[in-house]
């Protein structure tokens, strides 16, 4: 068993590494049963994260420090509160590095696509781009693209504050134009996120990666569905409206789906190999609150991007 302690200053040598400190993942798991296994095995170890995060909190602190794996730069990460209460802290969305900017989810992906040793001219497509992250992965990897959808624009063109317009359901770029594909916390915002899935692997090549976080219930098999577009074109609300902040929207955007498992079936259904939740956890790298995940996937090879089997 391991013990967990505040967390220390890291060495040199790790702040060496331009792929960043290493990354071990606390489990890889395809289906909800492994995940199921690797609760159950590891419940000491979960309870006694739990115990380090609840400690931490009760002394209300505004920073946590540690190193970025971005950054490689030792920093104090920002902790911010939904509300006045101590524990109140969504951990996903906060510890803010102060000098690049990215959260801890953020930070997690962009460190795991640094360690899958994707080459510095990859072309890689980035879903977002008014955004700290987009800016961060134009300095990595000075092919990449990014887009935002931007109401009335043209697709692949800029559009207003210079932004490109991507609509995730009929991307501009060719058949199998990309090396990677990052989409991060985007799909739920997308009602027919399986014709986003299917334009992301049609735009892949063979060999080419998929990285994406999204909401996800890992208890849940199946996909909750919180509202849909019905056959007018009208928002039916099936549950009541959760709305996620948006850098181009001041109400912020609606989240259409939580995710469950069977995004991994669709997503093996498209043509994607490997596909999995890679879990992690680290004090020394702040990321907290939990084990924390990415989802992967690698296109196989002689697949086309099917389009999505009918559910
Ligand atoms: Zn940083």
Redesign the pocket.
């Known amino acids: 068993m391991p013990t967990l302690r505040w967390p220390s200053v890291l060495t040199k040598r790790a702040l060496a590494r331009s792929a960043g400190p290493p990354l071990p993942p606390l489990a890889t798991c395809r289906t909800i049963e492994t995940y199921l296994e690797f609760i159950e095995r590891s419940a000491p170890l979960l309870a006694q994260i739990a115990e380090f995060e609840d400690a931490m909190l009760a002394r209300r602190p505004s920073e946590f420090p540690g190193l970025?794996?971005?950054?490689n730069?030792n920093?104090r990460f920002s902790i911010d509160r939904l509300s006045g209460q101590p524990l109140d802290v969504n951990f996903r969305e906060t510890l803010a590095?102060?000098?690049?900017?990215?959260n801890n989810r953020s930070?997690l992906s962009t460190h795991f696509l640094l360690s899958a040793g994707v080459e510095r001219d990859s072309k890689i497509y980035l879903t977002e781009q008014a955004t700290a992250l987009y800016r961060?992965f134009k300095r990595r990897f000075p092919s990449v693209v990014g887009s935002e959808y931007v109401a009335g624009g043209t697709l692949g063109e800029r559009g207003a504050h210079g932004w490109r317009h991507e609509d995730i359901t009929r991307l501009s770029f060719d058949d199998a134009a990309l090396d990677c594909v990052c989409t991060f916390d985007v799909l739920e915002h997308v009602p027919d996120y399986a014709a986003g899935l299917s334009e992301c692997l049609r735009c892949l090549r063979p060999g080419g990666r998929l990285l994406m976080t999204v909401p996800f219930g890992v208890n849940d098999r199946k996909t909750l569905i919180r509202a849909r577009v019905d056959p007018s074109g009208s928002i039916e609300h099936l549950h009541p409206p959760v709305f996620h902040n948006d850098p181009l929207s001041l109400g912020g955007i609606l989240c259409f789906q939580i995710f469950g498992w069977d995004l991994l079936d669709l997503l093996r259904d498209l043509g994607l190999e490997d596909v999995a939740l890679h879990f992690f956890w680290s004090p020394a790298l702040a990321y907290l609150g939990g084990p924390q995940f990415v989802i992967s996937g690698t296109k196989a090879h002689g697949s086309a991007g099917a389009p999505p089997s009918p559910s």
């Open positions: 970025c794996a971005v950054c730069k920093v590095c102060p000098r690049c900017g990215l930070r961060q």
